[in-house]
C-alpha cells in the first residue's frame, strides 16, 4: 500500500510549529520577492516616460527644428549668390565703364596730337599711360 504525503499530515499537534514556521518563510520570501517586483516596475515605468520624452525630441528634431535650419541654410546660400551676381556684374560694369573713359581719352589725345599739328601715324599713343580713372559708383 503507497501512503501520500499531504501538506496538512504536518499540522498535528507536534508539528504545528513547524507548519506556521513554513508558512511564515514562505510569505517573507514572498514579500522579498514583491518588493523586487515593484522596484522592477517603477523603473521600468521611470524608463518608460523618459523614452516617450526622448522619441518626442527625436521628432521635434526631425519634423520640426531641422527643416527650419535646412530652410535657413537654402535661404542664405541663395542670398549669397545672389549678392556673388550683384558684385560680379557690378565689377564688369566698372570695367566696362573704364574701358570706354580710357577710349575716350585715347580719342581726345589723337585729336589733340593731330590738331596741334602732330600724326597719330608718327607716334603711338600708350593706353596704359593714361592718368587713373575714377572709380564709378551706383
Given at each position: 500500500?503507497?501512503?501520500?504525503?499531504?501538506?496538512?499530515?504536518?499540522?498535528?499537534?507536534?508539528?504545528?510549529?513547524?507548519?506556521?514556521?513554513?508558512?511564515?518563510?514562505?510569505?517573507?520570501?514572498?514579500?522579498?520577492?514583491?518588493?523586487?517586483?515593484?522596484?522592477?516596475?517603477?523603473?521600468?515605468?521611470?524608463?518608460?516616460?523618459?523614452?516617450?520624452?526622448?522619441?518626442?525630441?527625436?521628432?521635434?528634431?526631425?519634423?520640426?527644428?531641422?527643416?527650419?535650419?535646412?530652410?535657413?541654410?537654402?535661404?542664405?546660400?541663395?542670398?549669397?549668390?545672389?549678392?556673388?551676381?550683384?558684385?560680379?556684374?557690378?565689377?564688369?560694369?566698372?570695367?566696362?565703364?573704364?574701358?570706354?573713359?580710357?577710349?575716350?581719352?585715347?580719342?581726345?589725345?589723337?585729336?589733340?596730337?593731330?590738331?596741334?599739328?602732330?600724326?597719330?601715324?608718327?607716334?603711338?599713343?600708350?593706353l596704359l599711360a593714361v592718368g587713373e580713372d575714377e572709380d564709378v559708383l551706383f
Amino acid at each position: 500500500m503507497m501512503t501520500t504525503h499531504y501538506p496538512c499530515s504536518l499540522a498535528g499537534l507536534g508539528r504545528g510549529g513547524q507548519q506556521l514556521q513554513n508558512c511564515r518563510k514562505a510569505y517573507i520570501e514572498t514579500i522579498e520577492l514583491l518588493v523586487q517586483l515593484a522596484n522592477l516596475q517603477t523603473a521600468f515605468v521611470t524608463l518608460d516616460h523618459a523614452l516617450k520624452v526622448t522619441n518626442r525630441r527625436v521628432n521635434a528634431l526631425e519634423n520640426v527644428v531641422i527643416p527650419k535650419i535646412e530652410n535657413t541654410i537654402s535661404y542664405i546660400k541663395s542670398e549669397l549668390d545672389e549678392l556673388e551676381r550683384e558684385e560680379f556684374f557690378r565689377l564688369k560694369k566698372v570695367q566696362k565703364n573704364k574701358a570706354k573713359h580710357a577710349e575716350e581719352a585715347a580719342k581726345f589725345k589723337e585729336k589733340e596730337m593731330q590738331a596741334s599739328g602732330r600724326g597719330s601715324s608718327s607716334t603711338s599713343t600708350n593706353l596704359l599711360a593714361v592718368g587713373e580713372d575714377e572709380d564709378v559708383l551706383f
